[in-house]
C-alpha cells in the first residue's frame, strides 16, 4: 500500500516537474519578446521619415499660403461648419490666417532640420490640428491621418540623425524597437 502512494506521489511530481517545465519554456518565450522590444536598432530611418515628413508639411504650407481659395470660399458661404464639441474654433481673419500658417511652415522646416525637435513637433500638430478643426466642411481622411501622423510624431524618437539638437553629441544614436 505505501508501495503504491509512493508512485501516486511520484506521478504528481512529475506532473508538476513537467508542469514547471513549460512554464519555463514560456516565459523564455517571453522573455525574447522583451529582449525583441527593447533591442537597440539604428535610428536613421526614424530620421528620414522625420525629414520627409517634414518636408510634405513644409509643401502643403506653402500650398495654404499661395492658394487661398479654401479661405476665400469658407467666407463667402457665410456658414462655417463645426465639429460637435468644437464649435468654438472660428475662422480667423485673412491676416491671421497667413500669419498662422506661416506659423505652421516654421514649425514644419523646425521639424526638418531637427531644431527644438519635440517643441517644434508639438507646434507643428497643433497648428495642424485647428486647421483641420475650423476646415470642417472639406472633412477627408487624409486630412485626418495627417494630424494623426503629426501627434505620433511628438512621442517618436526622430531626432537621433540629421538633427541639430544632436550635433556635437557623443551619446548613443540607437533607439529601441
Known amino acids: ?3 503504491l502512494r509512493r508512485r501516486k506521489g511520484d506521478q504528481l511530481y512529475e506532473r508538476n ?3 514547471l ?3 519555463l519554456k514560456e516565459t523564455r518565450k517571453q522573455d525574447g519578446m522583451f529582449n525583441y522590444l527593447w533591442s537597440v536598432e539604428d535610428g536613421s530611418q526614424l530620421s528620414m521619415f522625420r525629414v520627409l515628413w517634414g518636408i510634405l508639411m513644409c509643401v502643403e504650407s506653402y500650398m495654404l499660403l499661395t492658394v487661398k481659395g479654401d479661405y476665400y470660399s469658407s467666407v463667402s458661404f457665410g456658414f462655417h461648419a463645426k465639429y460637435y464639441l468644437f464649435e468654438w ?3 480667423p481673419s485673412i491676416d491671421y490666417y497667413e500669419a498662422f500658417i506661416f506659423f505652421f511652415f516654421i514649425s514644419s522646416f523646425f521639424v526638418v532640420i531637427g531644431y527644438c525637435y ?3 513637433a508639438v507646434a507643428m500638430f497643433i497648428s495642424r490640428l485647428y486647421i483641420f478643426l475650423w476646415d470642417a466642411r472639406f ?3 487624409m486630412k485626418y491621418i495627417v494630424t ?3 501627434f505620433l510624431l511628438i512621442f517618436l524618437p526622430c531626432n537621433q540623425y540629421f538633427c541639430f539638437d544632436n550635433r556635437n553629441s557623443k551619446e548613443s544614436r540607437k533607439v529601441s524597437k
Open 1 to 3: 500500500m505505501s508501495n
Open 17 to 19: 516537474t513537467a508542469d
Open 21 to 23: 517545465r513549460e512554464d
Open 89 to 91: 474654433i472660428s475662422l
Open 118 to 120: 519635440r517643441l517644434s
Open 139 to 141: 472633412y477627408s481622411d
Open 148 to 150: 494623426v501622423t503629426c
